[in-house]
């Protein structure tokens, strides 16, 4: 078992153990009025049990060990983080409360808001979802027309090129008077901001196949509808994934927006709300929700495009 220990697998318990020993031992500011739950203690004695379980059946996994080792001085270094805003917060008051709260206001947040910040981040996941599918779907469809016919390509190209590089937010004035309601006009811009770059990448994906294919596939049979879907489009799919990507990122600018402006219930709604109400521990909860929701909607997508272009794993890396 001694062979099988690596001291790293402890710095993330380690740091955890000084930060719970310095929030408990270092008195909390005689500035600080407000009220405390102890959210930051219980968080921390959570993290240590966890880190130490993880320690403990990495001892008797070699995998487990070397990727939790590997990771170790960052979780331990954002450990240290935490600690140090709170030092800066609570302990001694550096950084004005008022905009820069404590973790335990943090956490409270989560705790006792829970339901209202999954509602609003359900409301942005259906703003988002519904505005990325159309803009996607069309981006390809339009794509697959510009980059297989020339006469399309002659009419539909020269349109985006136009109004493609304007910014979907650019479109905000003329989209909330054009669409009944915030919600489709949200959706509108959504679907904009992904349009531009999956169009223009597929097209280019599909004007680049090399003629070499359509010509075997012509000698075999092949009608035109499966050379574009069996030929052009696996061929075009790594530049179709990198033009899904950029309008991913575009999306969730627009989302923002978007909710700021009008849209009720979103995320980006919320955080601007409790901005108005001067709550920054809301505002810096639905960043955090923002984050990690974004992080894990991009994962998701790498692990898909990894699956359909096996090929290509590992050489764009999130």
């Given at each position: 078992m001694q062979k099988s220990f690596d001291y790293r697998t402890l710095i993330p318990t380690l740091s955890a153990v000084a930060a719970l020993l310095?929030?408990?031992?270092?008195?909390?500011?005689?500035?600080?009025?407000?009220?405390?739950?102890?959210?930051?203690?219980?968080?921390?004695?959570?993290?240590?049990?966890?880190?130490?379980?993880?320690?403990?059946?990495?001892?008797?996994?070699?995998?487990?060990?070397k990727k939790y080792a590997f990771k170790s001085w960052f979780i331990a270094t954002f450990i240290l983080f935490l600690n140090l805003l709170n030092l800066a917060t609570l302990k001694l008051m550096i950084l004005q409360s008022i905009y820069f709260p404590s973790p335990d206001r943090i956490l409270k947040v989560y705790v006792e808001e829970w339901p209202f910040l999954l509602k609003c981040l359900g409301y942005s996941l259906r703003l988002l979802a519904t505005g990325y599918l159309i803009g996607a779907v069309l981006g390809i469809s339009t794509g697959i027309m510009v980059g297989w016919?020339?006469?399309?390509?002659?009419?539909?190209?020269?349109?985006?090129?136009?109004?493609?590089?304007?910014?979907?937010?650019?479109?905000?004035?003329i989209a909330l008077v054009t669409f009944p309601t915030s919600f489709q006009a949200s959706v509108f811009l959504i679907a904009l901001a992904v349009w531009f770059p999956t169009t223009v990448l597929t097209s280019s994906g599909i004007s680049n196949v090399q003629n070499a294919y359509f010509e075997v596939s012509s000698?075999?049979?092949?009608?035109?509808?499966?050379?574009?879907?069996?030929?052009?489009?696996p061929a075009a799919m790594p530049s179709i994934f990198i033009g899904i990507f950029n309008g991913t990122s575009a999306s969730f600018i627009t989302l923002m927006t978007a909710e700021m402006l009008g849209v009720k219930f979103g995320i980006g709604w919320y955080i601007n709300w409790q901005r108005e109400m001067l709550s920054y521990a809301n505002v810096y909860a639905g960043l955090i929700v923002i984050a990690l929701t974004f992080s894990l909607i991009i994962t998701l997508m790498f692990r898909i495009r990894d699956r359909v272009l096996g090929w290509q794993k590992g050489v764009i890396k999130w």
């Open positions: 310095v929030h408990l031992l270092v008195p909390n500011s005689p500035k600080y009025t407000q009220k405390q739950v102890p959210y930051f203690t219980i968080t921390l004695i959570i993290i240590i049990a966890v880190t130490l379980i993880i320690a403990f059946v990495s001892l008797f996994n070699e995998g487990l060990r016919s020339k006469k399309w390509s002659y009419w539909v190209n020269p349109l985006i090129k136009l109004v493609g590089p304007i910014p979907s937010t650019a479109w905000v004035p000698t075999l049979g092949a009608r035109t509808i499966q050379k574009i879907f069996k030929v052009a489009l």
